[in-house]
T-cell receptor, first 115, second 113 residues
Framework: KAGVTQTPRYLIKTRGQQVTLSCSPISGHRSVSWYQQTPGQGLQFLFEYFSETQRNKGNFPGRFSGRQFSNSRSEMNVSTLELGDSALYLC??????????????FGQGTRLTVV | GQQVMQIPQYQHVQEGEDFTTYCNSSTTLSNIQWYKQRPGGHPVFLIQLVKSGEVKKQKRLTFQFGEAKKNSSLHITATQTTDVGTYFCAGPTFTGGGNKLTFGTGTQLKVEL
Protein backbone atom coordinates (compact mmCIF):
# COMPACT_ATOMS: atom_id res chain seq x y z
CA LYS A 1 0.00 0.00 0.00
CA ALA A 2 1.07 3.58 -0.53
CA GLY A 3 3.15 5.23 2.16
CA VAL A 4 2.73 8.60 3.81
CA THR A 5 2.69 11.33 1.18
CA GLN A 6 3.74 14.88 1.88
CA THR A 7 3.37 17.76 -0.53
CA PRO A 8 5.10 19.80 -1.64
CA ARG A 9 8.58 18.35 -1.23
CA TYR A 10 10.33 21.69 -1.39
CA LEU A 11 9.21 25.24 -0.74
CA ILE A 12 10.91 28.61 -0.75
CA LYS A 13 9.04 31.44 0.92
CA THR A 14 9.91 34.96 2.01
CA ARG A 15 9.65 36.29 5.53
CA GLY A 16 6.16 37.33 6.48
CA GLN A 17 4.42 34.98 4.08
CA GLN A 18 2.34 32.02 5.13
CA VAL A 19 2.60 28.41 4.01
CA THR A 20 0.40 25.31 4.05
CA LEU A 21 1.85 21.82 4.02
CA SER A 22 -0.13 18.68 3.31
CA CYS A 23 0.13 15.12 4.58
CA SER A 24 -1.80 12.08 3.40
CA PRO A 25 -1.41 9.17 5.83
CA ILE A 26 -1.32 5.51 4.99
CA SER A 27 -4.79 4.28 4.11
CA GLY A 28 -6.64 3.30 7.26
CA HIS A 29 -4.43 5.30 9.61
CA ARG A 30 -6.34 7.89 11.55
CA SER A 31 -3.60 9.36 13.73
CA VAL A 32 -1.19 11.87 12.25
CA SER A 33 1.59 13.79 13.94
CA TRP A 34 3.85 16.56 12.70
CA TYR A 35 7.48 17.24 13.54
CA GLN A 36 9.95 19.99 12.78
CA GLN A 37 13.50 18.85 12.15
CA THR A 38 16.45 21.22 12.26
CA PRO A 39 20.17 20.49 12.68
CA GLY A 40 20.29 22.33 15.98
CA GLN A 41 17.06 21.17 17.62
CA GLY A 42 16.56 17.70 16.22
CA LEU A 43 13.03 16.35 15.84
CA GLN A 44 10.56 18.58 17.66
CA PHE A 45 6.90 17.60 18.09
CA LEU A 46 4.42 20.06 16.64
CA PHE A 47 1.01 18.46 17.03
CA GLU A 48 -0.98 15.26 16.71
CA TYR A 49 -4.43 14.57 15.35
CA PHE A 50 -6.80 11.64 15.62
CA SER A 51 -10.17 11.53 13.92
CA GLU A 52 -10.11 15.25 13.14
CA THR A 53 -9.34 16.22 16.74
CA GLN A 54 -6.08 17.76 17.88
CA ARG A 55 -4.95 15.57 20.73
CA ASN A 56 -1.63 17.14 21.50
CA LYS A 57 0.32 20.26 20.78
CA GLY A 58 4.01 20.96 21.19
CA ASN A 59 5.72 24.11 22.38
CA PHE A 60 5.48 26.17 19.24
CA PRO A 61 4.02 29.66 18.83
CA GLY A 62 0.47 30.17 17.69
CA ARG A 63 1.74 30.88 14.16
CA PHE A 64 1.87 27.12 13.77
CA SER A 65 -1.52 25.51 13.33
CA GLY A 66 -2.94 22.40 11.82
CA ARG A 67 -6.05 20.44 11.11
CA GLN A 68 -7.20 17.02 10.02
CA PHE A 69 -9.97 16.23 7.59
CA SER A 70 -12.53 13.46 7.66
CA ASN A 71 -10.41 11.39 5.25
CA SER A 72 -7.51 11.65 7.77
CA ARG A 73 -5.47 13.92 5.54
CA SER A 74 -3.80 16.64 7.53
CA GLU A 75 -2.51 20.09 6.84
CA MET A 76 -0.28 22.37 8.83
CA ASN A 77 -0.07 26.09 8.37
CA VAL A 78 2.64 28.51 9.37
CA SER A 79 1.76 32.19 9.23
CA THR A 80 4.09 35.19 9.27
CA LEU A 81 7.11 33.12 8.39
CA GLU A 82 10.43 33.79 10.08
CA LEU A 83 13.91 32.80 8.99
CA GLY A 84 14.05 30.36 11.90
CA ASP A 85 11.12 28.42 10.47
CA SER A 86 13.42 27.00 7.80
CA ALA A 87 13.39 23.28 8.46
CA LEU A 88 12.33 19.85 7.31
CA TYR A 89 8.71 19.29 8.30
CA LEU A 90 7.86 15.63 8.77
CA CYS A 91 4.50 14.00 9.05
CA UNK A 92 3.97 10.54 10.54
CA UNK A 93 0.95 8.29 10.72
CA UNK A 94 0.15 5.28 12.85
CA UNK A 95 -2.37 2.46 12.96
CA UNK A 96 -2.92 3.21 16.65
CA UNK A 97 -5.10 5.93 18.08
CA UNK A 98 -1.89 7.44 19.40
CA UNK A 99 1.28 7.70 17.30
CA UNK A 100 3.51 7.00 20.32
CA UNK A 101 1.98 3.55 20.86
CA UNK A 102 3.42 1.76 17.90
CA UNK A 103 5.42 2.05 14.69
CA UNK A 104 5.23 5.50 13.14
CA UNK A 105 5.43 5.77 9.36
CA PHE A 106 7.04 8.96 8.17
CA GLY A 107 6.60 10.81 4.94
CA GLN A 108 9.57 12.12 3.00
CA GLY A 109 9.03 15.57 4.44
CA THR A 110 8.66 19.08 3.13
CA ARG A 111 11.86 21.11 3.03
CA LEU A 112 10.86 24.72 3.79
CA THR A 113 13.34 27.50 3.21
CA VAL A 114 12.48 31.01 4.36
CA VAL A 115 14.49 33.81 2.78
CA GLY B 1 10.13 18.60 30.89
CA GLN B 2 10.64 15.00 29.95
CA GLN B 3 13.80 14.55 27.94
CA VAL B 4 15.38 11.79 25.92
CA MET B 5 19.10 12.09 25.42
CA GLN B 6 21.46 10.05 23.27
CA ILE B 7 25.20 9.61 23.32
CA PRO B 8 27.40 9.96 21.48
CA GLN B 9 26.22 12.74 19.18
CA TYR B 10 28.59 11.62 16.42
CA GLN B 11 30.55 8.46 15.77
CA HIS B 12 33.08 7.76 13.02
CA VAL B 13 34.11 4.14 12.62
CA GLN B 14 36.08 2.09 10.17
CA GLU B 15 34.07 -0.45 8.25
CA GLY B 16 34.01 -3.68 10.23
CA GLU B 17 34.18 -1.99 13.64
CA ASP B 18 31.32 -2.18 16.11
CA PHE B 19 29.10 0.75 17.05
CA THR B 20 26.88 1.47 20.04
CA THR B 21 24.52 4.33 20.77
CA TYR B 22 22.91 4.88 24.16
CA CYS B 23 19.56 6.42 24.93
CA ASN B 24 18.53 7.80 28.33
CA SER B 25 15.15 9.10 29.39
CA SER B 26 14.44 11.30 32.38
CA THR B 27 11.28 9.28 33.02
CA THR B 28 10.16 5.67 32.73
CA LEU B 29 8.94 4.78 29.26
CA SER B 30 6.18 2.35 28.39
CA ASN B 31 8.07 1.46 25.24
CA ILE B 32 11.13 2.54 23.29
CA GLN B 33 11.35 2.75 19.53
CA TRP B 34 14.38 3.07 17.29
CA TYR B 35 14.50 4.81 13.95
CA LYS B 36 17.16 5.27 11.28
CA GLN B 37 17.40 8.30 9.06
CA ARG B 38 19.69 8.14 6.06
CA PRO B 39 21.27 11.39 4.85
CA GLY B 40 18.61 13.33 2.97
CA GLY B 41 15.94 10.86 3.99
CA HIS B 42 13.23 10.46 6.56
CA PRO B 43 13.13 8.42 9.78
CA VAL B 44 12.40 4.75 9.21
CA PHE B 45 11.19 2.51 12.01
CA LEU B 46 13.58 -0.22 13.10
CA ILE B 47 12.07 -1.79 16.19
CA GLN B 48 9.97 -1.35 19.31
CA LEU B 49 10.84 -2.72 22.75
CA VAL B 50 8.20 -2.98 25.42
CA LYS B 51 9.37 -5.23 28.25
CA SER B 52 11.86 -4.42 30.98
CA GLY B 53 15.24 -5.96 30.12
CA GLU B 54 14.09 -6.92 26.64
CA VAL B 55 16.73 -7.74 24.02
CA LYS B 56 15.94 -8.05 20.32
CA LYS B 57 18.21 -8.76 17.39
CA GLN B 58 17.91 -7.92 13.73
CA LYS B 59 20.86 -9.45 11.86
CA ARG B 60 23.85 -7.33 12.97
CA LEU B 61 21.73 -5.00 15.14
CA THR B 62 21.04 -5.69 18.82
CA PHE B 63 18.58 -3.60 20.78
CA GLN B 64 18.22 -3.54 24.56
CA PHE B 65 15.68 -1.97 26.89
CA GLY B 66 16.92 -1.32 30.41
CA GLU B 67 15.52 -2.96 33.50
CA ALA B 68 14.17 0.34 34.77
CA LYS B 69 12.74 1.16 31.32
CA LYS B 70 14.59 4.47 31.31
CA ASN B 71 17.45 3.58 29.02
CA SER B 72 18.12 1.65 25.86
CA SER B 73 20.96 0.85 23.52
CA LEU B 74 21.52 -0.09 19.92
CA HIS B 75 24.63 -2.07 19.02
CA ILE B 76 25.76 -2.73 15.48
CA THR B 77 28.30 -5.48 14.93
CA ALA B 78 30.80 -5.17 12.08
CA THR B 79 29.50 -1.94 10.57
CA GLN B 80 29.04 -1.58 6.85
CA THR B 81 28.75 1.53 4.68
CA THR B 82 25.02 0.86 4.42
CA ASP B 83 24.75 1.57 8.17
CA VAL B 84 25.53 5.26 7.62
CA GLY B 85 22.84 7.56 8.98
CA THR B 86 21.42 9.01 12.15
CA TYR B 87 19.90 6.68 14.71
CA PHE B 88 17.15 7.99 16.93
CA CYS B 89 15.48 6.46 19.92
CA ALA B 90 11.97 7.62 20.71
CA GLY B 91 9.51 7.05 23.49
CA PRO B 92 6.08 8.17 24.66
CA THR B 93 6.16 11.14 27.01
CA PHE B 94 3.06 12.42 28.69
CA THR B 95 1.52 15.78 27.93
CA GLY B 96 -1.83 17.21 28.92
CA GLY B 97 -3.49 15.62 25.92
CA GLY B 98 -1.94 12.19 26.23
CA ASN B 99 1.33 10.74 25.04
CA LYS B 100 3.45 12.21 22.31
CA LEU B 101 6.40 10.50 20.68
CA THR B 102 9.54 12.22 21.95
CA PHE B 103 12.71 11.67 19.97
CA GLY B 104 16.18 11.47 21.33
CA THR B 105 18.89 13.81 20.15
CA GLY B 106 20.20 11.22 17.70
CA THR B 107 23.59 9.66 16.99
CA GLN B 108 25.08 10.30 13.57
CA LEU B 109 27.11 7.34 12.33
CA LYS B 110 29.72 7.65 9.63
CA VAL B 111 31.47 4.57 8.32
CA GLU B 112 34.78 4.89 6.51
CA LEU B 113 36.27 2.27 4.23
Amino acid sequence: KAGVTQTPRYLIKTRGQQVTLSCSPISGHRSVSWYQQTPGQGLQFLFEYFSETQRNKGNFPGRFSGRQFSNSRSEMNVSTLELGDSALYLCASSSSWQVANTEAFFGQGTRLTVV
Amino acid sequence: GQQVMQIPQYQHVQEGEDFTTYCNSSTTLSNIQWYKQRPGGHPVFLIQLVKSGEVKKQKRLTFQFGEAKKNSSLHITATQTTDVGTYFCAGPTFTGGGNKLTFGTGTQLKVEL
